[in-house]
């Protein structure tokens, strides 16, 4: 299919660099993500099989472990509808599988989130590349810019004026007007946050910066943020309690 990442050159076609640093290439510093498939069926759960090649040509199999996992998958479709946040499993030959739940007609960005385990500078990486679903794909417009949302009865504010570049975001989260401090850790962190990019679907994945003691989390959560540019972002923020994870999701703007 024109236009899709994950074959050998790509990287060159996704533009400047800081294209790739947003996740929006298959290839970047010799490493390279790779499938089988450009095509995922709709409407049914589906293995999806993928490997990271090395600047060798070989299936990577080793991997630093980051946030408590070897690495993270994410899929969203165009319309930045349709969140997965996976943790897939590596087989000795380097090949990785993650369990998708069914996902709807449309194109697809899927992105793998993954430091090579070749020492303590080795950077983290983000590749990505799309694939297609068949059937009519009917676009959800994206929601009005917010800084609140509840979620399984929560509810979450970001408290930020957010500015395209580095800066500190903070979100609250309570439960019928009381601050929430019972959250448990996920992640080796209280709360884990990815935003994508109306238009473009970069990935900025914010750190958190609170230390974590316990089941005893909140109501501040802090992250660290780099949004790199202006514009709408649709932002995920998961957190646990009492064993069930939970997402809230909502739209912030970026002058």
């Not at 510093?29 to 709709?42: E, N």
């Not at 408290?159 to 992640?187: C, E, F, I, K, N």
Request: glycine fraction near 10%; hydrophobic fraction near 35%; charge should be negative.
């Amino acid at each position: 299919m024109p236009g899709i990442p994950g074959m050998p050159g790509m990287a060159h076609a996704a533009g400047t660099s800081q294209g790739l640093a947003r996740g929006l290439a298959a290839e970047q510093d010799g490493y390279r993500l790779d499938a089988a498939t450009c095509s995922v069926p709709a409407g049914r759960p589906t293995a999806y099989r993928f490997t990271i090649t090395g600047p060798d040509g070989t299936p990577v199999t080793d991997f630093a472990v980051h946030q408590t996992r070897k690495l993270h998958f994410y899929a969203i479709r165009t319309d930045l509808t349709g969140f997965q946040h996976l943790h897939p499993d590596l087989a000795d030959d380097g090949t990785w599988t993650a369990d998708l739940a069914a996902l709807a007609p449309g194109t697809w960005r899927l992105y793998a989130d993954f430091i090579p385990n070749t020492g303590p500078h080795a950077p983290e990486l983000v590749l990505s590349r799309t694939v297609t679903v068949p059937g009519r794909a009917t676009p959800t417009p994206l929601p009005a810019p917010t800084d609140s949302t509840t979620v399984d009865g929560y509810t979450v504010t970001l408290h930020a004026q957010p500015m395209a570049g580095a800066h500190q975001l903070t979100a609250t989260v309570s439960q019928d007007g009381r601050p929430v401090t019972d959250l448990q850790p996920y992640l080796d962190a209280y709360a884990h946050l990815s935003a994508f990019h109306e238009g473009d679907q970069a990935l900025a994945h914010l750190h958190p910066a609170n230390t974590v003691n316990g089941d005893h989390g909140g109501p501040t959560l802090t992250f660290q943020a780099l949004l790199p540019e202006p514009g709408n972002w649709r932002v995920f923020l998961q957190f646990q309690t009492a064993g069930q994870l939970h997402t809230a999701e909502l739209t912030l703007h970026v002058d």
